[in-house]
């Protein structure tokens, strides 16, 4: 099992990130990817680039030394509204929209009930297509209520690489939210998170946990490219 497109990418405009968006490209062209999403983060985490950065994404080909470049966003969710730093007239053009919860950017209630509100909100939210890293501990939410919800409005639930490297914390849980994908048929995202070239479709350890829990391959949006370019032509954005 490989992954042929990796969808959760940082560079150097999320500013702590180290590889420039030409970089990451080139990157993804040398593992042999049919695509990826350039996803910086969005205004509310500290040093991340404002929206003149994100409405000139469009300075960048569509297809690049042959790798299909998505143009997108990681928005942070900043309150228990399931509220997100996303300006539409911003971002309003961008293809490839994650939202996740940081520390540094949320302002909102905590507790799983705060944080399951949340996420149904954001489930609800028809212009976001991955639920990014939310297996960390400190926001957790009540899985079997959300999760099936996540399902039902096309958005794929991300098993993040970095997640394993950084947030070791929480390991228990990504794998509770892996297997409550599982039990629902909801579909899933296997990305790198990547903040520098290197780590662009190096997904190894994601790779692992679902083969340890017998995950179906049909289910992961990204190890086949017909499943993923189905995937972009439901939400409207070009192969």
Known sequence: MRIIADTHCHTVASGHAYSTAMEMITAAKEKNLYAIALTDHGKNLPVSYGKYFFKNLRSIPEVLKGVRVLKGIELNIIDHLGNTDDDPSDTAKLEWRIASIHHTSYEGEMGIEAFTNTWTQIANNPIINVIGHCEIDDFKFDYEKVIPLFGKNGKLVEINN???????????????????????????????????????????????????????????????????????KERGILC
Do not use: W
């Open 162 to 232: 970095n997640s394993i490297n950084v947030r070791t914390s929480s390991m228990k849980n990504l794998y509770e939210v892996a297997k409550v994908c599982k039990k629902h048929k909801v579909r899933v995202i296997i990305n790198s998170d990547a903040h520098f070239c290197t780590q662009v479709g190096s997904c190894e350890n994601s790779i692992k946990i679902l083969k340890e829990i017998d995950f179906p391959e049909s289910l992961i949006v990204n190890t086949n490219e017909e499943r993923f370019k189905s995937y972009l």
